[in-house]
């Protein structure tokens, strides 16, 4: 009989929650231990995970013997800390939220831990595992005959009410371009099979959030912007972001281009936000089309109705936590998202903030 995991979580906000569903829906895994500051959101964790034990503080969880592994989903700039305490008190596989670090300065803590560190870490990357977006990296390169150029644009709702309203401030975030983009930023290099050798980029703050004040201070965080980046392989890549476009049918559309085809993947946004009045929210699809014969080839994706009720990421936590358990329970040698892959991300998106702030070409190979 498999012996249940037990899991530390480090941060029960809106997406700690939504680890706490998925987890719930493994088998033989249970939450030991939770580790949430506000008492508002320690109270909706204790209600979906009511055997967790509820700690005051990081070192209590790490003194929970029975823990087998932690998720940290605690706001951006706490990540590098609360891996840096994990790994001298209690190293343990860590399952980490995106972006893994917001300052350029904790790049090197992290790359020391990375060397160190006895256990695996992953870096939670959740659009990789979303169907229609799994589907299109599994078919990328054959079918389209080797990809060479690569768009995402994400069409979506404002940055949701977070606790403290730290998600408003580029000193807590990273910027949006880290904050909200590093996951297409590790889909480009995914999908490429290359890394980026120069970026450039421009957005701005054009509707959201302009009219709010907190402690005085107005958010600076971008709502839109495009990011252009050429490749090392040759490939050319662009992201379009708009957080004021929630209207939109689908919230990503993301293509990619060969000699041979070009293939899409369309995702909805969460379907809580979905209108009633408009019936039943959008399928996901995969769009496939070739250059000979010519014709657009659509299928749909859809999502198991039991992994969308647990978040709003179209099934894509799950499908994680089922690698990360894996590899928790020694099935599989290594982390899918390594932490080199969470540095790329995060490396990128403060390439663009960069690029933007400067209206400079940033290279990131010199």
């Known amino acids: 009989m498999t012996r249940t995991m037990n899991y530390g979580l480090i941060g029960c906000g809106m997406m700690g929650q939504e680890h706490l569903h998925n987890i719930a829906l493994l088998e033989g895994t249970q939450v030991a231990a939770i580790f949430e500051p506000d008492p508002e959101m320690a109270r909706a964790a204790q209600a979906i995970a009511p055997g967790a034990r509820m700690v005051p503080s990081l070192q209590d969880l790490l003194a929970v013997e029975a823990l087998d592994c932690l998720v940290i989903a605690s706001p951006n700039h706490l990540h590098v800390d609360q891996i840096a305490q994990i790994a001298e008190t209690r190293p343990l596989p860590l399952l980490v939220e995106k972006p893994l670090f917001t300052n350029p300065d904790d790049a090197a803590r992290l790359a020391e831990i990375e060397r160190s560190y006895p256990c695996p870490i992953w870096v939670a990357m959740e659009y990789r595992y979303m169907p229609p977006i799994a589907a299109l990296i599994a078919e990328a390169q054959d079918t389209s005959g080797g990809v060479k150029m690569l768009s995402i644009r994400e069409h979506r709702f ?6 403290g309203n730290w998600n408003r401030f580029n000193r807590n975030t990273g910027g949006t371009f880290v904050e909200k983009c590093c996951h297409f930023f590790d889909l480009m290099r995914l999908i490429l099979q290359s890394d980026p050798l120069r970026i450039s980029a421009s957005g701005g703050q054009a509707v959201n959030h302009l009219n709010e004040t907190y402690d005085g201070e107005t958010p600076d965080i971008l709502d839109h912007g495009y990011v252009i980046i050429d490749f090392a392989s040759g490939a050319r890549a662009m992201l379009e972001l708009c957080m004021f476009a929630e209207g939109a049918r689908y919230q990503e559309e993301i293509s990619v281009v060969g000699p041979k085809a070009k293939i899409e993947a369309l995702v909805p946004g969460p379907g809580r936000f979905w209108p009633e009045h408009l019936g039943a ?72 903030q960069q690029s933007l702030a400067t209206g400079e070409t940033v290279w990131l190979d010199r």
């Open 281 to 352: 929210p959008p399928v996901p699809q995969l769009i496939v089309s070739p250059r000979d014969p010519k014709g657009p080839i659509a299928r749909d994706i859809p999502v198991d109705p039991r992994l969308l009720a647990a978040g709003d990421h179209n099934g894509s936590t799950f499908y994680q936590h089922q690698g990360f358990l894996a590899l928790v329970r020694g099935e599989r040698d290594a982390p899918e998202v390594s932490l080199t892959d969470g540095m790329w991300a995060v490396r990128m998106g403060l390439a663009a």
């Open 158 to 163: 404002p940055f949701l009410e977070k606790v």
